[in-house]
T-cell receptor
Framework: ETGVTQTPRHLVMGMTNKKSLKCEQH?????MYWYKQSAKKPLELMFV???????ENNSVPSRFSPECPNSSHLFLHLHTLQPEDSALYLC??????????????FGPGTRLTVL | AQSVTQLDSQVPVFEEAPVELRCNYS??????LFWYVQYPNQGLQLLLK??????LVKGINGFEAEFNKSQTSFHLRKPSVHISDTAEYFC????????????FGAGTRLFVKA
């Protein structure tokens, strides 16, 4: 595997389910990100981890819970979601331990549908 | 606070014609600027970036962009487009403060017609 991978690629869940999204980067990067992409809206930054420490948390509802067990893996745990949470969830990584100038490398995303 | 405005949500253009995708930003500090492209069923990938120096930046696939500080713009151009350039294009801004927050525009859908 190369680059940034995400599993599953598609997920359908009910509002009472618990599920997790997984992201893995094979680039040796120090920072990892979760974004939400909804139609016709800008990407919304949800969480950022740098060197396994959470450094950004953009007022995301508590029904989304991130986990970064090591610098290569990032999870997004989901529970009691709402239909408006349906979107494409993108994971990204960047080389630096501080942000700004670094390019981000994106995975293909998980298409989430909440029924 | 930073913001990014992509002035066109959709741009239809004929193959081999030139194209310009417009991006304006606002920020109270110096910024880094990026253009990303997203093909169907894929994540975003970097086209080009402006960090400092020459205001004309060349990227992959024949794209270029010009940073205009006085107009706070970073428009993307290509002199001759191909069908394969059909995709969503995102302008993005991050501040020189060392933080991780990158602000993305809402995207411009480029549709190249034969």
């Amino acid at each position: 595997e190369t680059g940034v991978t995400q599993t599953p690629r598609h997920l359908v869940m009910g509002m009472t389910n618990k599920k997790s999204l997984k992201c893995e980067q094979h680039l040796g990067h120090n920072a990892m990100y979760w974004y939400k992409q909804s139609a016709k809206k800008p990407l919304e930054l949800m969480f950022v981890y740098s060197l396994e420490e959470r450094v950004e948390n953009n007022s995301v509802p508590s029904r989304f819970s991130p986990e970064c067990p090591n610098s290569s893996h990032l999870f997004l745990h989901l529970h009691t979601l709402q239909p408006e949470d349906s979107a494409l969830y993108l994971c990204a990584s960047s080389p630096g331990a501080s942000g700004g100038a670094w390019e981000q490398f994106f995975g293909p995303g998980t298409r989430l549908t909440v029924l | 606070a930073q913001s990014v405005t992509q002035l066109d949500s959709q741009v239809p253009v004929f193959e081999e014609a030139p194209v310009e995708l417009r991006c304006n930003y606002s920020s109270s500090v110096s910024v880094y600027l990026f253009w990303y492209v997203q093909y169907p069923n894929q994540g975003l990938q970097l086209l080009l970036k402006y960090l400092s120096g020459s205001t004309l930046v060349k990227g992959i696939n024949g794209f270029e962009a010009e940073f205009n500080k006085s107009q706070t713009s970073f428009h993307l151009r290509k002199p001759s487009v191909h069908i394969s350039d059909t995709a969503e294009y995102f302008c993005a801004v991050s501040e020189h403060t060392g933080g991780f927050k990158t602000i993305f525009g809402a995207g411009t859908r480029l549709f190249v017609k034969a």
